[in-house]
């Protein structure tokens, strides 16, 4: 293929074609809007904390009841006082709750009709109804509502901890997509440093073969200058390489298919990139935040598997209004009186007998409290130590792009007086391939300097808490 062909050829490019200009907001909006598993993290996120609002729900009052119908046909001993057939009904209805301190208390209404057939004596009543209060409190297992207390945090946790590692993937997401954008800016300006590369290059090929055929040259110069072609030839191949792979992944972010970007991306100049200012960290990250509550959940778990393993001691106390009437409003309005009351109060327990096994049991679990515990801060020692290595080499990154851009300007302009003195004939082809090389690498220095600092200051974006 002639020279003149190939770089008419690739002049073809999409972003010599593009006519609409793509901000990197307008980018990620895109990717937001139209990104399956950045909808899917963001959503995933906003459903974890509505379900740890749910957590409250065992200490919230609740209501009960029943209602049923029976007929008994059965046969006693003693028909004349058991009677033949028996038909009735019952219902209850109540509010109970599940205090935080560990004690459980139900209110409830009942009334009930029984009408036996086939006795021979009369019945004193039909319809019993009456009220009841019912009062536990937890003295061992559940002591003062402890077990509550960890269902309530093992419930707010662990979905808290899904809600903030689902707004993570989100921030991942979203920093993947900023570098996704910075990617394609960097390889299209790439590609078009190895096209101004090889357009020199095939100048000076031309250059060297004139003076070779006018036998003012040696034909070490015409290779030269051929090889000097080739070279960068190959290495624009490369670059249009990679400016595909980015535009794909360019592409795949914001749900389109091929490698087609018609848009141009922009970057910031050197100045703006040198001021842009370093992300602030604002509390603990978001992975580092979930991390936290999945550690409060396994203690959580824990405490849940200490308080199964403890006795039961319950103390139990029960107050009813009690009424019995041939008709139920009467029954009903006895019971909400105090003439027929009845009460109890009491303990109930169970205890272990395994002792041994019991004592090992509780030191495991504890031990696996201390253990999530250390597992917390090392986590929180790596987020300090990234977050702390980044800056770093952010610094370091700037300074160096500071550099790199001093040094292009300087390589651009020896190249420049080189070329010049080549076609007056005071240096060597070789000599003025070199600088021309040294000038081309000194520019692609400077694109992944500045691209590694726009990189890392994506990157620091994650480090940005709740706000």
Avoid: C
């Amino acid at each position: 293929m002639k020279p003149a062909f190939l770089l008419l050829l690739l002049s073809l490019s999409p972003q010599s074609l593009a006519a609409e200009r793509l901000t990197l907001g307008q980018y990620l909006a895109q990717v937001e809007g139209g990104n399956p598993s950045v909808a899917a993290a963001r959503l995933e996120g906003e459903g974890g904390y509505r379900r740890a609002e749910g957590a409250s729900i065992l200490t919230f009052p609740y209501l009960f009841g029943t209602a049923s119908g029976y007929k008994d046909q059965s046969e006693g001993a003693y028909p004349s006082m058991s009677g033949t057939e028996t038909t009735g009904n019952a219902y209850t209805f109540g509010l109970g709750m599940n205090s935080p301190i560990g004690l459980n208390g139900k209110y409830s209404w009942n009334s009930a009709y029984a009408n036996t057939a086939g006795i021979t004596f009369p019945t004193a009543g039909k319809y019993t109804s009456y009220n009841k209060l019912d009062l536990t409190l937890n003295l061992a297992r559940n002591g003062f509502g402890s077990e509550v207390r960890a269902k309530k945090e093992l419930l707010r946790a662990g979905n808290t901890a899904e809600a903030l590692a689902g707004k993570f993937e989100y921030v991942g997401r979203m920093s993947e997509a900023e570098n996704a954008y910075w990617r394609l800016a960097f390889a299209r300006q790439s590609v078009q440093v190895q096209k101004d590369v090889l357009a020199r290059a095939e100048k000076l090929l031309q250059w060297a073969r004139r003076r070779v055929g006018l036998q003012l040259g040696d034909k070490s110069d015409l290779l030269q200058a051929q090889a000097s072609y080739d070279l960068h030839s190959l290495e624009l191949t490369n670059a249009l390489e990679e400016e595909k792979g980015s535009a794909r992944a360019f592409n795949l972010l914001r749900s389109l298919p091929g490698e087609s970007v018609p848009e141009a991306v922009a970057l910031p100049s050197i100045e703006e990139t040198l001021k842009m200012p370093a992300p602030e960290r604002k509390g603990a990250r978001l992975d580092l935040q979930a991390a936290e509550e999945r550690t409060k959940a396994k203690q959580a778990q824990a405490q849940l598997d200490k308080e199964n393993l403890k006795p039961s001691i319950d103390l139990i106390g029960a107050y009813s209004w009690n009424g019995r009437e041939a008709e139920r409003k009467d029954a009903v309005r006895e019971a909400f009186g105090n003439h027929h009351p009845s009460k109890s109060i009491g303990l109930t327990f169970t205890v272990p007998l395994n002792a041994p096994q019991w004592v090992s049991a509780l030191k495991g679990a504890n031990q696996e409290i201390e253990a999530a515990g250390l597992e917390l801060e090392h986590s929180r020692n790596s987020e300090a130590k990234e977050w702390s290595d980044l800056s770093a080499r952010l610094v370091n990154a700037r300074a160096r792009l500071k550099l790199a851009n001093t040094v292009e300007s300087v390589q651009r302009e020896k190249f420049e007086n080189e070329r010049q003195r080549l076609l007056r004939g005071r240096t060597t082809t070789y000599q003025a391939v070199t600088f021309e090389q040294d000038y081309a690498q000194s520019q692609l220095l400077r694109l992944r300097t500045q691209a590694e600092v726009l990189q890392l200051i994506a990157q620091l974006k994650t480090f940005r808490g709740e706000e």
